[in-house]
Every structure is written in structure tokens, then in C-alpha cells.
């Protein structure tokens, strides 16, 4: 029974873990892109929900639906010590990895957009005079066939 119960409560504070690391995806996509208030209400929202599946999982799988006190003390040890021991350096590296990949693929972005601009510049300046020609021409001609009727 006791062996039981120390192995669910180390089974909690694993969950605690997941939960700080879940939190910590969801600090690092806000240090990496900006995002509206609502998108952070979103990932708010989603950050609970999928807490929340996380612990009735684990409730119903490891205690048969069965709360218990300790169940909570350890999701909070978990997530403590993940806070306290984890969360800086995962933190402070998977930033540094997804911005760095951030930049390398707004790069290749703008490696693939400048020639489409450049080529629309070049249409818009050889092709904007002889347009513009057309519709003032047609225009008059629209015009005088309206005054003659």
C-alpha cells in the first residue's frame, strides 16, 4: 500500500514536471514572437485545458479516478522543482535556438521575395505609362460618345 503510494506520488511530481515544461513552451513562444492579447488569452486557455487532461489522465490511469492529497503536493513539488532547477536553462536555450532559426527563415523569406519585388517594380514602371495611356484615351473617347447622344 505505502510502496503504492510513494510510487503515484513520483508519478505526480513527473507531472509536475510536464506541467512546468508546458508552461515554459508556452513563455518561450511569447519571448520568440510577438503575439495580440487574445492569442495570449488562447495559449492561456490552452495551457490549462491541456493541464488538466495531463492530471485526469494520470488520476484515472494510476488511481482509478481516486483524488488524493498528496497527489496534489506532488504535481506542486514537481513543478518546483522544475521551476527551480530546469526552467532558466530551457528557457534561455530553446529561445536562443528557435530565434536563431527565426531569422534564418525570414532570410530565405526575403531571399525569395526580393525577385518577385524587384520584378513587379520593373512591371509596374514599363507597363504603368502605356496602362495609364488606355484608360485616359478611353475615357475621353467614353466621354465624347456620351456628349454626341
Known amino acids: 500500500m505505502i510502496n503504492n503510494q510513494a510510487l503515484l506520488f513520483c508519478v505526480f511530481i513527473i507531472n509536475g514536471l510536464l506541467i512546468g515544461l508546458l508552461f515554459d513552451f508556452f513563455r518561450i513562444l511569447r519571448k520568440s514572437f510577438k503575439t495580440s492579447d487574445i492569442i495570449t488569452y488562447i495559449e492561456d486557455i490552452l495551457f490549462w485545458i491541456l493541464t488538466g487532461i495531463i492530471l485526469l489522465y494520470s488520476i484515472f490511469t494510476f488511481n482509478n479516478g481516486e483524488i488524493r492529497f498528496y497527489m496534489f503536493l506532488g504535481v506542486i513539488l514537481g513543478c518546483i522543482i522544475y521551476m527551480l532547477l530546469f526552467s ?40 504603368k505609362k502605356p496602362i495609364s495611356f488606355i484608360i485616359i484615351n478611353f475615357r475621353k473617347n467614353h466621354l465624347l460618345k456620351q456628349n454626341k447622344s
Open 88 to 127: 532558466r536553462y530551457i528557457v534561455n536555450t530553446i529561445t536562443k535556438i528557435v530565434l536563431f532559426f527565426k531569422k534564418i527563415i525570414i532570410k530565405i523569406i526575403n531571399i525569395i521575395i526580393y525577385p518577385l519585388k524587384t520584378l513587379i517594380k520593373m512591371l509596374n514602371k514599363i507597363l
